[in-house]
């Protein structure tokens, strides 16, 4: 008898009922923040609330808009509802905005440079890529720190440090380490991932 098949309808409904109850507090407390921490730096914020099945036909609106000049989606919006086109929608979503409003850096565009370690759109170099926020946020910080030295040429400056990265997403953490490796050779990078339905690391 395995007692794990048994648990999971029950464990199940009360995932299902937790994150009914939460109603998305987690994106709307992130995009509470934003806006204060926008209005602090002068730029116009404007949250715009879609349901669900208008998700896409708002996206591609804002991307046609010159009004708008950057798009932040706050996710999950879907969780790890799969799209049509392969990966989850919330996939589908972030390769949707486009690349001249991605002011997270998360579509396929911003990521495939990310990982191939190309800064700029560019073949002549005029605009730099978006990189995401969190990962650059971390470098500058181990750059305050004095581990991330600018002193040694480039794809070097961490090289010979270790490494570990514990988060619970995936498109964090991935962005995360390969800004890292890319930096460097990185002498030893552990990635801890958290299942926030259990007590268990993965």
């Not at 979503?93 to 409003?101: A, F, G, Q």
Request: proline residues 4%; negative net charge.
């Amino acid at each position: 008898m395995n007692a794990a098949t048994i648990a999971e309808p029950f464990s199940l409904a009360v995932r299902q009922y937790i994150e009914q109850d939460m109603g998305g507090v987690g994106p709307k407390l992130y995009a509470e923040w934003t806006g204060k921490a926008c209005a602090r730096d002068g730029i116009r914020y404007e949250l715009r609330e879609v349901p669900k099945d208008e998700l896409l036909e708002a996206l591609e609106k804002a991307n046609k808009d010159s009004d708008v000049h950057g798009i932040l989606v706050y996710y999950p919006c879907f969780g790890a509802f799969p799209s049509f086109f392969g990966g989850t929608m919330d996939d589908f979503l972030r390769n949707s905005i486009s690349i001249k409003k991605d002011v997270e850096g998360l579509c396929q565009f911003y990521r495939g440079n990310l990982y191939r370690n190309i800064r700029y759109v560019d073949d002549e170099k005029t605009q730099k890529c978006v990189l995401p926020c969190t990962p650059l946020a971390i470098v500058k910080i181990l750059e305050h720190l004095g581990v991330y030295d600018k002193t040694k040429p480039t794809g070097d400056h961490l090289s010979g440090v270790n490494i570990t990265v514990a988060n619970r997403s995936d498109i964090v953490t991935a962005n995360v380490s390969y800004s890292f490796t890319c930096r460097g050779r990185v002498r030893c990078l552990d990635t801890i991932e958290f299942d926030l339905h259990s007590n268990w690391l993965l």
